[in-house]
């Protein structure tokens, strides 16, 4: 999860509850990107909140951290969504020359 400034952060974080089983934070290129730490602490305010957190530099960082526990939800903001679909096309490019 990663969000921009201005947006009902805790508002999405308390919908995601329900299906989290745990939480990766990450940081994404932007301006107005939402410290990964900013976040942890919104969730933290959630008396929802039971799942584990890790916060990470970047969507790399955070899908590593996951790699193990597929699915994971990508979700936030439309800046992370953008990284991710370029890492994944850069990712089938780097496939497509081996």
């Known amino acids: 999860f990663g969000a921009v400034a201005g947006k009902d952060i805790a508002g999405v974080l308390g919908e995601l509850a329900c299906i989290s089983a745990a939480w990766h934070f990450t ?23 039971t799942a584990p957190v890790q916060t990470h530099a970047g969507l790399r960082q955070a899908l590593e951290a996951t790699q193990h526990t597929r699915p994971a939800l990508i979700t936030g903001s439309l800046y992370l969504a953008g ?10 490019y780097q496939r497509s020359m081996q």
């Open 83 to 92: 990284e991710t679909l370029a890492l994944r096309k850069d990712a089938a």
């Open 27 to 49: 940081a994404f290129d932007s301006p107005r990107a939402v410290p990964v730490e900013q976040l942890a602490a919104i969730l933290q305010t959630l008396d929802s909140n």
